[in-house]
């Protein structure tokens, strides 16, 4: 894979710099027909590509362009994830798990999932995925600096061999070694893409293929926390921490190939037309844990951190899922009325061990799959007015398996400066496959269960406006599943972790308010994003912090002769105590504790961030108040933050 990366790094660099684009006065083909907007030497009566010419399609058909803008919102976004992280608290390397601090960015499907959630934060779902039609041949080279020894680098082109046809291939590499013992990130992300529709629009496709793959040391966190936060400068190189795991690691990998295309049956397009529809997804992913010592040394004692084993070392545990989709539908659009859509879907999935397990009488107690076939009906009905703009969806199972999703959503656009957004989603869930079952070399860690379907209602607002955006959403949940530490005293005093699943038969009662508006005061300006959050429940099950918020303090300008735009300042983040979940890798999973707070300290950042033309450079020392603070910062239980570090990198897009 590294191989193919470093290939990849150069020969297609190479390719774009020795592109030559004669203009053919009658070619329609966009890539001779336009000139690049970063062209210096224009061609004689030259069309010029404007930026709304490099448009970005989702899934759902949304459009944005292109956008080469130095704004505090797009720092945010260079990062690992490449999106804000803002409700997300990351562990002390980068290409490590995140434990969720802003409940409501949790998405959820009526399907039943691989599961694994911990692993899958830098995985991209079929709907993550991004579409593209250009002018030209646009390219992004994307690179951050890592934790100690490593790079975190993602490189994409896309371009139209025609106004009808694109292209885009993509991978995202990460290699950190981190502070920490036995704590290497190591990840991959293939995407390719393409998107084609007739001259007359009667076909449209959007197609795409990936390779993912997610690696990761795990040392189970810090045995001693009191060494970590006794600020013994002798701790202060990390390497002298002990860590429960030396030898473990994790591995989590995925293809899929994904297309979804239309077909309009009357030939020419008017006030009237019928579509058939069809979704096509095959997914297949694999989860490994893998520990070559079953028994740790702590303190000069030997601990089993996760129970009793089957075999005395090499553990190997292996999870497959394999996944097809099928989604057929009749649509009629009406110019006055809107879009009626109707369909039926098929889904089968197939999550496997290559084992089973007995009991002493030799009868299936744990068995080696879950086989499922679920088969949905519903509609979906899509209006855009003037200022209104709605898309309402309802679908239901037929098979025997009870599974439904309601989701309505509605936008009213104000004007261009305010616009108002409400949903709301009533989910009918079947669990995720690693609740209802899980093989492991650990004793403990065998379930074979028959959970009830989770039921989730969710009514969400968000107002945008150029004074103040604001985000409310209320949630009630029953039949939550999660993962719980059962360790009885005797494990807990051997410092063993036994994380088994659980269903909660209450009702749990969420809501969230999420403000942000930033002051402008000539070049200077604070932007400022609190959250809010609290929640009922009979018992501590759900755990988030009551209030979450960061503050930026910035200067912005431009220098020499405005070829240099620059924004220089201060982040502030913080969130208050609460009982945060920790993360087991040997399920990939955040399980519910009440033995450790975590919480309630200060993270400074500060940054400078500067463009020429369409390059971006962004140079920040993260967390420098860690140099002279206590050292009480987690992520998770036994899982430090991150230290005090120096970081840079840059975006650099090219219109070919």
Not at 334 to 344: E, V
Not at 532 to 540: I, R, T
């Amino acid at each position: 894979m590294r191989i193919f990366f470093f290939l990849y790094l150069v020969v297609v660099p190479a390719v774009l710099f020795s592109q030559t684009k004669p203009i053919a006065k009658d070619n329609l083909d966009m890539n001779t027909k336009y000139s690049s907007i970063t062209d210096t030497v224009k061609k004689k009566k030259a069309k010029i590509a404007t930026i709304d010419q490099y448009q970005i399609i989702t899934i759902e058909h949304d459009t944005t362009y292109a956008d080469t803008s130095l704004t505090l919102k797009n720092a945010y976004k260079h990062n690992y994830l490449r999106k804000d992280n803002f409700g997300l608290l990351a562990f002390s390397n980068i290409g490590q798990t995140y434990n969720t601090l802003q409940y409501s960015l949790t998405d959820f499907s009526p399907y039943p999932e691989f599961g694994f959630k911990g692993k899958h934060f830098n995985f991209l779902e079929a709907n993550q995925i991004k579409y593209y039609s250009v002018a030209t041949p646009l390219t992004e080279l994307f690179f951050n600096s890592t934790i100690n020894k490593g790079q975190n680098v993602d490189s994409f082109i896309t371009l139209n061999t025609s106004k009808n046809l694109n292209f885009s291939i993509a991978y995202r590499g990460l290699r950190s070694e981190g502070k920490y013992i036995n704590q290497l990130a190591s990840t991959g992300n293939f995407r390719f893409t393409t998107s084609y529709f007739t001259t007359d629009k009667r076909y449209v496709l959007n197609a795409h293929y990936t390779y993912q793959d997610i690696l990761n040391e795990e040392n189970g966190g810090i045995t001693t926390p009191a060494d970590f936060e006794s600020g013994d400068q002798n701790f202060k190189n990390r390497q002298r921490l002990q860590v429960y795991l030396l030898d473990a690691e994790s591995f989590l990998k995925g293809k899929r190939l994904f297309f979804d295309h239309a077909f309009r049956i009357n030939p020419k397009e008017g006030n009237n037309n019928a579509y058939l529809t069809h979704q096509f997804n095959y997914e297949n992913k694999f989860y490994e844990y893998n520990q070559a010592t079953v028994t740790s040394t702590v303190d000069n004692k030997p601990v089993n951190r996760f129970g009793d084993s089957y075999v005395t070392s090499g553990i190997k545990d292996q999870t497959r899922f394999e996944k097809l989709y099928n989604k057929v539908g009749l649509t009629y659009e009406n110019s006055l009325l809107g879009k009626f859509n109707f369909f039926i879907d098929d889904y089968r999935s197939n999550y496997e061990y290559n084992r089973v397990i007995l009991d002493t009488t030799g009868v299936i107690v744990v068995p080696n799959n879950l086989y499922r076939q679920i088969n949905n009906v519903g509609g979906q009905y899509e209006y855009q007015k003037n200022k209104w703009n709605g898309r309402f969806l309802y679908s239901r199972s037929i098979t025997n398996q009870s599974l439904s999703d309601l989701d309505a959503k509605l936008r009213y656009d104000l004007n261009e400066k305010i616009k108002f957004d409400f949903r709301y989603q009533n989910i009918n869930k079947l669990p995720n496959n690693n609740y209802d079952l899980y093989q492991s070399s650990f004793i403990k860690y065998n379930w074979s269960n028959n959970f009830k379907n989770e039921k989730i209602n969710s009514l969400s607002a968000n107002v945008f406006t150029p004074w103040l955006n604001a985000e409310v959403q209320y949630s009630v949940l029953k039949d939550h599943l999660y993962f719980k530490d059962e360790s009885n005293a005797v494990e807990i005093a051997a410092q063993t972790q036994i994380v088994r699943p659980y269903q909660y038969g209450n009702a749990i009662n969420y809501l969230s308010v999420k403000a942000s508006r930033e002051f402008k005061f000539g070049p200077f300006a604070l932007d400022n994003t609190l959250l809010y959050q609290k929640v009922e429940q009979s018992d501590l099950i759900l755990n988030v912090p009551d209030f979450v918020t960061r503050n930026t303090f910035y200067y912005s300008g431009y220098f020499f002769k405005k070829a240099l735009f620059m924004q220089s300042g201060i982040t502030f983040n913080y969130f208050t105590e609460y009982f945060g979940n920790s993360y087991n890798p040997v399920i990939g999973e955040f399980f519910v504790q009440q033995n450790k707070k975590i919480g309630n300290y200060a993270n400074f950042d500060f940054f400078v961030n500067a463009r020429i033309r369409q390059t971006r450079f962004y140079f920040k020392v993260e967390h420098f108040n860690a140099a002279f603070s206590q050292s009480n910062y987690y992520s998770a239980p036994n899982n430090p933050y991150r230290d005090l570090a120096i970081r840079f990198g840059l975006v650099w897009n090219f219109f070919q």
